[in-house]
């Protein structure tokens, strides 16, 4: 087992923090369009996503710790390569960006109201550009001892949570539309799940034996807390409170409290979003940076870490006008990711296929 | 503001890129990062000094809704 790459466990943990992230995006996309169906929306998106997660882990199984960037040059020839690398980076510099100025949204409206944004943004990507310049073993121990205290705090909220249980909240049952279901649960596929490609930007970094399964691993425990989350939401507070407010979640948890002893649990939310925030940015940093080093020719990414994170930052401000633009183009933003994150691995797992068939050999 | 900016933004560059000075890079790669750098600072100081750019979601928008 080499010591500088991410055992299977750690890229398990990496792919909940990454994709209960987003959470806070899409706490209200659904709820707002389905209401109590909300989590059989969520359970769908993530059996989308499974043939989506399959084709990763033949591509990342095919190309045994090569990066998406590299398994591009390899299949489409070196001036197709440049152009797709290209799109790809520039995607994930703006969904980056995206997800930077989430989290510092969310820090502005629930903690720091009289604080600029600048400052917030500043000191997330502060840590997520050290943690990218620490070995990528750091963020592996970072992401474990990260989701130790997301679960801990997800299983306080639940517990204080159960005596307030409205179980009226989740009925009737199925009252939408399967269209709109469908719909709504294809929007929650788009963003956050598809996302995950951008973890193909770091594969060679991965030590897995079986990729498709370690994928499959971290969506369905993924899938497990995020439902949990959803339902936990919708019996505490109900679909009118939830579709009025951005957060669902600190919402939700705003008015547990055990007697006079414990109040203000909202705080361990914004904690676990923050810290699951910090771990999704440095992994677009590091994707990110991988890129720009392949395509510039240098062999050590770590150069490149700090002029895309201050991008990232530099594009921050000017993405949205406010919170409530931000809620409103998310759905927006899904049709403009697809052709890289559905289209672009469809189109390299033919391609591998293609390659196979004519038997020859990409691999040294 | 802006002062906050600079400062931050230096201390930055002084913390986590001082090993770039030792290590040879090709001149290509550094215009490259440079011009990276540059760009972000522009973007930055043109925030703070309100500066309108036109905001990526809406021009986004027009093109899908078109």
Redesign the interface.
Known sequence: MNKQLLTEKQIIVLIILFLFGSSVVIGIDINSEIGQDAWISLILSFVFNIPLVLIFGYIINKFPQKNIYQIIDILFGKLTAKILISLFLIHILYLGSIVLRNFSEYVEITTLSETPLLPIMMSLILISVYLSKSKIKTLGIFGNIVLAILLVTISITLILSFSIFKFDNIKPILNHSINSIFKSSFKVFMLPFSELIVMLGIADLFDFKNPSKTYLKGIIFTGIILDLILIRNITVIGIPLLKDSFFASYQATRILQLGEFLTRVEGLITINFVLAGIVKITIFIISLSKGVAYLTKNKDYTKTIFPVSLLMLGICPFLFDNVVDLFDFAPIFGIYAIPIQVILPIIIFLFCILKKEKKLIYLD | ?LF??VL??FA??II??YN?IK?K?SK??NI??IL??L??????IS??FNFK?????HV??KI?NK
Do not use: A, E
Not at chain 2, 39 to 44: A, D, E, I, V
Not at chain 2, 53 to 57: E, G, K, L
């Open positions: 503001m906050l900016v931050v933004m930055l560059i986590f890129d770039k290590i890079q290509k790669q490259i990062y990276l750098t760009s972000s600072f522009l973007l930055l925030y703070v750019i036109p905001i990526i979601s986004l928008r899908i």
